[in-house]
């Protein structure tokens, strides 16, 4: 019973994390319809400046962590207008390539700025527990949470409270129509790439929290993207369940299938392909995620 | 447009639209007979490489470029080839002639596989199964005993009849044949009813649907060519390469030949052939301009790996940006201006 708590709580927070990164994808694609592949990457491109602050340059740790978020803003701000001021409107498949090839650029970059090795950010939280009835907690998970929480209703009120989150909706559904009524469309992609590339700044130092700073974790980013289509691409909501899930999965697979053998076949590092299996079985089933709704298309 | 006039189907169907076309090909095709005797090993190994590039991203343009289904994991079916003739020769001792069309097979039906869910998925989705398709592959091969997992498997050289391929020189004409074949198959499928389907589903598929075109035959049909074609790539490299890993079957290699097709130009044969040479030919390039700084820069040497991945996600990104047609469609611009000059149209 011990173990399967501490399992879930482990699986939570791995969860909260891709579920902030699927916050980003769904806040993309929302406000400017662009699919961003290159999610993950900005992850990693965070964990590592923040790494580059706290570790390097002995900055304090929360110091380092804000000027982190700026920095990731500043940066999504350049990428959205160096890459995808001209691609609004465009095809699916050249938005989508355009952030692929995105990811490969950033891959490219952060190698060769910090290199191939594996790098730890010194936190304050580093090495900590806490024991709640009798389980053990690392405290850097406990936070995971609880920041994923309160970061996760901030913008379920943003979307829905505030005047430039309903803005931000408006000009999913139609940009020519919500440039017509006085928005401003250019400034509302902006702040999209800027809060999006916060997201998975915010998201990519809490995952260098639980593991390590190095260029492979942007594959979580592909993994959080599983977990937005689980929820369907449109809903926050959506993708808050949708990353709790993969979470958990990977939990429950990495403690009970690794080490299975059959017909010669080794179940190790199960963790890294669950979240894809669940996917396409999700997706062979309900085509548009759970929450996803169906799409009326005209010739 | 200026110049030819056609006044026939039959001339507007044409492998050969102009006398010139069909001299300049068989002007081609005797340099390539020549090549051989005059290039060094080295290069030789390049166009070697170039060559089975081809035949992968042919592949992947008669899927993306001509139906519109986007692939991410193209790589994976290029692994399966190439594992399927590794277990197929080396375990079961099959000559080289019978696994070549049976690794071809196997990615094919793997690929209808992957092919069925995308009758129901779209852009996105398409991307991202195919994306977690690739992953899945990998990661078999990684933990499964008969692939061998990260220690990589030995290929055995082919062998055609009592004639063993050794030289690169044997590569050479062994690749190129193949990858001629695989051009003109290609060529002759989008100039066929097949083709014309595809194009139509790729335009728009639902109205595609209410001309009476089967949707689910004809993408599940794209899907098994373009993976036949990624398995005959695969194998070919496997024999080539002598060792297969499952490192070199990952994303990047995935990657590699999206920037082939989009470089070259989407939708076009000739696009495909532009750019595979292209794409290949660049790390070999970057390598070439190491050397050549190697002196000046020594630190520069350690860089280069980084560069590659990098370049060929700008190239992406800087052909879709500006020249979303490709090299196929500067080709096309450039052949129209000097058609009409010194008039504009």
Same mark, same amino acid.
């Given at each position: 019973m011990v173990k399967i708590l501490e399992i879930v709580f482990n699986g939570l927070s791995m969860g909260a994390i891709y579920a902030l990164l699927a916050l980003g994808f769904v806040l993309i694609f929302k406000s400017t319809g662009i699919i961003n592949f290159a999610q993950g990457e900005l992850a990693m491109v965070g964990a590592f400046i923040c790494y580059n602050f706290a570790? =390097?340059?002995? !900055?304090?740790y929360l110091v380092a962590f804000f000027i982190t978020l700026i920095l990731a803003a500043i940066l999504g701000g350049i990428v959205n207008v160096v890459f995808f001021r001209r691609m609004v409107g465009e095809q699916m498949f050249s938005t989508i390539m355009v952030t692929v090839g995105l990811a490969s650029i950033l891959t490219c970059i952060a190698g060769l700025i910090w290199g191939h090795d594996v790098y730890a950010i010194h936190s304050p939280f580093t090495n900590k527990t806490a024991t709640i009835g009798g389980i053990v907690l690392s405290q850097g998970s406990l936070y995971t949470i609880g920041i994923s929480i309160v970061l996760l209703v901030l913008f379920a009120l943003f979307f829905n409270r505030s005047l430039l989150g309903i803005a931000m909706k408006g000009t999913a559904e139609d940009s020519d129509t919500s440039g017509l009524m006085g928005i401003n469309v250019k400034r509302i992609h902006m702040v999209a790439w800027a809060i999006g590339a916060l997201v998975a700044a915010v998201a990519g130092i809490f995952l260098a929290e639980q593991s390590f700073v190095r =260029? !492979?974790?942007?594959?979580t980013g592909i993994k959080a993207m599983a977990a937005a289509i689980l929820g369907g691409m449109e809903s926050i909501g959506g993708a808050i369940l949708g990353g709790v899930i993969v979470g958990l999965v990977e939990g429950f697979a990495a403690n009970y299938l690794s080490g299975m053998e059959i017909g010669g076949f080794h179940f190790g590092d199960i963790k890294d392909v669950a979240a894809f299996a669940i996917m396409i079985i999700v997706l062979m089933i309900r085509p548009h995620g759970i929450f996803g709704k169906q799409k009326v298309e005209r010739v | 447009m200026s110049g030819k006039f056609k006044i026939s189907y039959r001339k507007d169907m044409? $492998?050969?639209?102009?006398?010139w076309a069909k001299v300049w090909l068989g002007v081609f095709v005797c340099c390539m007979i020549v090549a051989p005797f005059f290039m060094t090993r080295y290069q030789l190994s390049i166009l070697n490489e170039m060559g089975i590039a081809t035949i992968g991203a042919l592949g992947l343009n008669l899927l993306t470029g001509y139906t519109g289904q986007i692939s991410l994991g193209h790589g994976a079916f290029l692994a399966i080839g190439a594992y399927t003739t590794g277990l197929l020769t080396g375990? $079961? &001792?099959?000559p080289f002639l019978l696994s070549l069309p049976l690794s071809g097979l196997m990615a094919a039906t793997l690929g209808m596989i992957v092919g069925i869910p995308s009758l129901r998925l779209k852009g996105l989705y398409l991307a991202l199964g195919t994306l977690a398709f690739g992953f899945i592959v990998e990661y078999i091969i990684f933990h499964w005993d008969l692939t061998q997992g990260d220690m990589g498997m030995a290929v055995k050289r082919i062998g055609i009849g009592g004639f063993t391929i050794k030289t690169q020189q044997h590569y050479f004409y062994l690749i190129m044949s193949f990858a001629a074949i695989a051009t003109i198959c290609a060529k002759n499928l989008v100039r066929t009813k097949i083709g014309r389907n595809f194009i139509a589903i790729r335009d728009r598929d639902t109205a595609a649907e209410a001309m009476g075109i089967r949707l689910a035959k004809y993408k599940v049909m794209a899907f098994a060519v373009s993976s036949f074609y990624a398995g005959v790539a695969g194998c070919l490299m496997a024999h080539y390469q002598k060792w297969i890993v499952? &490192?070199?079957?990952?994303?990047s290699l995935s990657i590699a030949y999206i920037a082939m097709i989009i470089l070259g130009g989407l939708g076009s044969i000739l696009g495909s052939i532009m750019g595979a040479i292209l794409i290949t030919g660049i790390p070999h390039f970057i390598i070439y301009l190491t050397d050549f700084f190697k002196e000046s820069y020594p630190a520069l040497s350690g860089v280069i790996v980084d560069f590659k991945l990098g370049i060929f996600g700008l190239i992406i990104v800087v052909t879709l940006l500006f020249e979303p047609q490709g090299l196929f469609g500067i080709y096309r611009r450039a052949k129209v201006y000097w058609k009409t000059w010194p008039f504009k149209y």
């Open positions: 570790t =390097l340059m002995g !900055v304090p =260029l !492979v974790m942007s594959h | 044409a $492998l050969f639209q102009t006398l375990k $079961l &001792g099959i499952p &490192g070199s079957f990952d994303i």
